[in-house]
């Protein structure tokens, strides 16, 4: 089905037929359907959904979108949508909401929605606990299989997975996991205490989200309980978020990269004003700061009169510092991101730097020579200004694009920032320096 099919279906009004067609389709193929239409047939076409679709489809809608059916919709509609979210996501829609919407959504929500989402919104901000759902399925170490499956019927349908049960103390302390596989297959006489999993891993309430993503990446869980400073099990999260935050750092990080700042609205959601609140920041701070290469161009101007061909080569060895810069930084970024070196690993990265840099910047001065001199037709001793600045650069490239995104996080700074073009600015001043003075050295020019 395509938009232009839903809008033939709302002009002939046949809305029976078109509730009909939405039935027949998945929850997240509607929800994209949806997004790409006009905002009054959206509102319409949402209110055709049978209403125990509704909720779902709601759940996979971009925020700004959820924000313009929510408010648009009566109190009792919005109420229904409320109520049958998962209270991750309901919290997650309240913290993009204004004060006055929140309240009026909460103040008719049920009592067991208020108390969910108002206990998720008090956490901070990327933290496990604000990611979390509420809805899992526990049980008691003392319980026969027959009775935990008996227990997971009744609950199971409002929770969010029903593929690992918690098992719990009278404190409502963790202290294993059993799988509903593990159930399914052990006698039904069988107690809890000596099918479940003991070593249960968890994290906690205030862990950063994106370390909680590394761990389920490393274990290859499915779903992650979260627990509070006293091992308490106040919610889990599901893999299904964690692939909603993986592609959000994934944005955020290639955005600080671009010098950018990050952004959750959709591209073509956002006007020009929009993009230019974005981008102009940055913009002006690197055209300010790249006036520090002006400068030093401007310091060795008489140089440039005695060789001006040295003009030719400024662009080349620019360029090729910036690249050789970029991809260190990116190459560590990932590699802190994945939590495979640390700031202590400083000095081995350093030096594994320092040779790479020998190496590229070495096979990249020898093309370049023989271009110089059979292309370029340069004097041999330009030609070797040129090559050593290469080396030089690739190897000062090397080492600010791996100690500055290492040093960034060990300040507690995204190392994201210093990527390129705030890593290639620095590097354009460094390689020019170099540049003018192995030029000064060899060609034996004054300044």
């Given at each position: 089905?395509?938009?232009?099919?839903?809008?033939?279906?709302?002009?002939?009004?046949?809305?029976n037929?078109?509730?009909?067609?939405?039935?027949?389709?998945n929850?997240?193929?509607?929800?994209?359907?949806?997004?790409?239409?006009?905002?009054?047939?959206?509102?319409?076409?949402?209110?055709?959904?049978?209403?125990d679709?509704?909720?779902?489809?709601?759940?996979?809608?971009?925020?700004d979108?959820?924000?313009?059916?929510?408010?648009?919709?009566?109190?009792?509609?919005?109420?229904?949508?409320?109520?049958?979210?998962?209270?991750?996501?309901?919290?997650?829609l309240?913290?993009?909401?204004?004060?006055?919407?929140?309240?009026?959504?909460?103040?008719?929500?049920?009592?067991?929605?208020?108390?969910?989402?108002?206990?998720?919104?008090?956490?901070?901000?990327?933290?496990?606990?604000?990611?979390?759902t509420?809805?899992?399925?526990?049980?008691?170490?003392?319980?026969?299989?027959?009775?935990a499956?008996?227990?997971?019927?009744?609950?199971?349908?409002d929770?969010?997975?029903?593929n690992?049960?918690?098992?719990?103390?009278?404190?409502?302390?963790l202290?294993?996991?059993?799988?509903?596989?593990?159930?399914i297959?052990?006698?039904?006489?069988?107690?809890?205490?000596?099918?479940?999993?003991?070593?249960?891993?968890?994290?906690?309430?205030?862990?950063?989200?994106?370390?909680?993503?590394?761990?389920?990446?490393?274990?290859?869980?499915?779903s992650?309980?979260?627990?509070?400073?006293?091992?308490?099990?106040?919610?889990?999260?599901?893999?299904?978020?964690?692939?909603?935050?993986?592609?959000?750092?994934?944005?955020?990080?290639?955005?600080?990269?671009?010098a950018?700042?990050?952004?959750?609205?959709?591209?073509?959601?956002?006007?020009?004003?929009?993009?230019?609140?974005?981008?102009?920041?940055w913009l002006?701070?690197?055209?300010?700061?790249?006036?520090?290469?002006?400068?030093?161009?401007?310091?060795?101007?008489?140089?440039?009169?005695?060789?001006?061909?040295?003009?030719?080569?400024?662009p080349?060895?620019?360029?090729?510092?910036g690249?050789c810069?970029?991809?260190t930084?990116?190459?560590?970024?990932?590699a802190?991101?994945?939590n495979e070196?640390?700031?202590?690993?400083?000095?081995?990265?350093?030096?594994?730097?320092?040779?790479?840099?020998?190496?590229c910047?070495?096979?990249l001065?020898?093309?370049?020579?023989?271009?110089l001199?059979?292309i370029d037709?340069?004097?041999?001793l330009?030609?070797?200004?040129?090559?050593?600045?290469?080396?030089?650069?690739?190897?000062?490239a090397?080492?600010?694009?791996?100690?500055?995104?290492?040093?960034?996080?060990r300040?507690?700074?995204?190392?994201?920032?210093?990527?390129?073009?705030m890593?290639?600015?620095?590097?354009d001043?460094?390689?020019?320096?170099?540049?003018?003075?192995?030029?000064?050295?060899?060609?034996?020019?004054?300044?």
């Amino acid at each position: 089905m395509t938009d232009q099919e839903i809008m033939s279906f709302i002009e002939e009004k046949r809305y029976n037929d078109l509730r009909a067609t939405l039935a027949e389709l998945n929850e997240a193929d509607v929800a994209a359907l949806l997004e790409d239409l006009p905002q009054k047939v959206q509102l319409k076409t949402f209110r055709l959904l049978p209403k125990d679709m509704a909720a779902d489809v709601f759940s996979f809608l971009p925020t700004d979108v959820e924000q313009d059916i929510i408010t648009s919709l009566t109190d009792s509609e919005a109420t229904a949508i409320i109520d049958n979210l998962m209270a991750d996501d309901a919290a997650d829609l309240m913290e993009e909401m204004p004060a006055s919407v929140v309240k009026r959504l909460l103040s008719h929500a049920s009592p067991d929605t208020r108390r969910d989402i108002n206990h998720l919104l008090k956490f901070p901000e990327d933290s496990a606990g604000s990611i979390m759902t509420v809805e899992f399925v526990d049980l008691r170490e003392n319980l026969t299989v027959e009775e935990a499956l008996s227990r997971i019927r009744k609950t199971g349908i409002d929770r969010e997975t029903i593929n690992n049960c918690y098992v719990l103390d009278s404190a409502r302390r963790l202290i294993g996991m059993v799988a509903l596989r593990t159930l399914i297959l052990s006698k039904s006489d069988a107690l809890i205490r000596d099918i479940m999993e003991e070593k249960v891993i968890s994290v906690e309430t205030l862990t950063d989200q994106e370390e909680v993503a590394r761990m389920i990446s490393k274990y290859d869980f499915s779903s992650i309980p979260v627990v509070d400073s006293e091992d308490r099990l106040v919610g889990i999260i599901t893999v299904d978020d964690i692939i909603d935050i993986i592609e959000e750092e994934a944005t955020e990080d290639i955005q600080k990269m671009a010098a950018i700042l990050p952004s959750d609205d959709p591209y073509d959601r956002m006007s020009p004003v929009d993009l230019w609140k974005k981008r102009i920041g940055w913009l002006l701070l690197l055209m300010v700061s790249a006036t520090f290469t002006g400068k030093i161009i401007t310091s060795y101007e008489s140089s440039l009169q005695a060789y001006i061909i040295l003009t030719a080569f400024i662009p080349q060895l620019m360029d090729t510092g910036g690249n050789c810069g970029s991809q260190t930084s990116t190459t560590i970024i990932r590699a802190l991101s994945l939590n495979e070196i640390n700031f202590p690993d400083l000095a081995k990265v350093i030096w594994k730097e320092f040779r790479t840099a020998i190496i590229c910047g070495g096979t990249l001065a020898a093309a370049n020579f023989v271009k110089l001199l059979l292309i370029d037709r340069a004097e041999p001793l330009v030609a070797l200004v040129v090559c050593i600045t290469m080396v030089c650069a690739v190897i000062c490239a090397n080492l600010a694009g791996c100690m500055l995104p290492m040093v960034a996080k060990r300040f507690g700074l995204d190392p994201a920032v210093m990527a390129s073009p705030m890593l290639t600015t620095v590097i354009d001043a460094l390689t020019l320096s170099i540049y003018f003075q192995v030029a000064v050295h060899i060609l034996h020019i004054g300044l």
